[in-house]
């Protein structure tokens, strides 16, 4: 029988496999951050979790942040950002909005401020077009604040962005100077 909980593990479980540990799984990833789904499944099952494809196909279906991908006849798997794993998830570059939006939590915008948001251990920022999902994911790092980012100003400037499958703004660096708010 179906466990909701169940999916949210895996789906967490597939979330560190297909972005940060494919040994996790005993699996690899190739250069563009595909995976066999045959062998992820093995590799989930061997984990401990159980695993068909018919709840892989569930649990991507119905994945609220829409990070997994399936290429065309569904034999390979990917998730679509946020890797700190050095692969090339073949994104195309975007002229962005006007602003987007980067949450985070209060105690670090100082920081932020002061240095520019950082990519981190990922390849890239996250940032968002919808300001209540940037809150909502800055709440998971304790009280949250919301930065702007002045986004066509930057990309005036040179700097690059990319739009995810899955509609996350992606860019290398937002330095300080293209940054307002953090304090609510």
Do not use: C
Not at 16 to 40: C, F, K, M, Y
Not at 80 to 88: K, P, T
Not at 152 to 172: C, P, Q, R, T
Request: net charge positive; hydrophobic share 40%; proline share 4%.
């Amino acid at each position: 029988m179906r466990n909701k909980n169940d999916d949210v593990k895996i789906g967490k479980f597939l979330s560190l496999v297909l972005r940060h540990q494919p040994q996790a799984a005993g699996i690899t990833l190739d250069a563009n951050g595909w995976a066999s789904v045959d062998e992820l499944i093995a590799g989930v099952n061997r984990s401990g979790s159980r695993l068909d494809r018919a709840a892989l196909e569930r649990i991507v279906a119905e994945n609220n942040k829409k990070r997994y991908s399936f290429n065309e006849d569904r034999t390979k798997i990917r998730a679509n950002q946020g890797h700190s794993l050095s692969v090339d998830v073949e994104l195309k570059e975007q002229k962005p909005p006007a602003r987007l939006y980067h949450g985070t939590a209060r105690h670090l915008v100082p920081s932020i401020k002061l240095l520019g948001i950082k990519k981190g251990t990922r390849q890239h920022v996250h940032l968002s077009d919808d300001p209540a999902l940037a809150m909502k994911v800055g709440s998971r790092h304790g009280e949250p604040a919301l930065l702007e980012i002045e986004a066509a100003a930057m990309h005036e400037l040179g700097h690059i962005f990319y739009k995810s499958e899955n509609d996350v703004w992606l860019v290398e660096f937002v330095p300080s100077v293209f940054l307002k708010g953090g304090h609510d």
